[in-house]
């Protein structure tokens, strides 16, 4: 019984090499394509996590629409620009959010702080930090209630002398054994409120008026 040959073409190298491209062609567009899905989920769960974070600084009641479709830039204190999220009702600005960062015992401490238009604070969240698990991580406020201190503070409010912790003769408390984590979290605080009301007068514009504001 005879087989049949097998095709000379299928032995020729430019035949060999083409069909490596292809198989190649064909998994680098699986990749890009699994690629893309993938950013485009992680995009979305950061944006979940970013709202929800804002809803705990922004009440919902101070606005009637999504907090991450009204945005504007702000220097903070080392040229790097942050966004503003502009709370809106009835199209005036009704609150804002940004983040601060300070340094911790551990490194960065990055904060979302919510304010009203004159500088009251609404509150304050923890973002993201590496500080010493049972001391410095009760910044958040699922280990401890400390963070809510800063809600109706102002500059001011204590006066700025005060805005520290009491073991450097402020208003704020430290943790037992952790006096580094609060003192970042209580100057940041009070940086990002002297950064807002700098840039206050521009922050505030109604989103149909910043244009013209600008010009």
Do not use: C
């Not at 590496?130 to 809510?148: M, N, Q, R, S, V």
């Not at 700098?198 to 505030?204: D, F, G, M, Q, V």
């Amino acid at each position: 019984m005879s087989t049949l040959a097998e095709p000379s073409y299928r032995s020729r190298v430019g035949y060999q090499a083409g069909l490596l491209g292809g198989f190649a062609l064909l998994a680098a567009a699986l990749l890009v394509m699994g690629d893309i899905a993938t950013r485009e989920a992680i995009a979305l769960r950061e944006a979940e996590d970013l709202r929800a974070t804002l809803t705990q600084v922004i009440p919902a009641e101070l606005h009637d629409n999504d907090l991450l479709d009204a945005t504007v830039p702000l220097n903070d204190d080392v040229g790097h620009t942050v966004t503003v999220y502009r709370a809106l009702r009835d199209g005036a600005v009704s609150a804002l959010a940004f983040p601060v960062v300070g340094n911790g015992y551990a490194g960065d401490i990055r904060l979302m702080l919510g304010v009203d238009p004159e500088g009251r604070i609404l509150g304050v969240r923890v973002l993201a930090h590496t500080e010493t698990p049972g001391l410095g991580d009760k910044i958040e406020l699922a280990k401890d209630d400390w963070i809510l201190d800063f809600d109706g503070r102002a500059l001011g409010d204590p006066p700025l002398e005060r805005w520290a912790v009491a073991k450097d003769g402020g208003d704020f408390d430290q943790f037992s054994g952790a006096t580094i984590t609060p003192r970042a979290v209580v100057r940041a605080v009070r940086a990002g409120l002297e950064r807002f009301a700098a840039a206050r007068s521009r922050l505030i514009v109604a989103p149909d008026r910043l244009d013209t504001a600008e010009e």
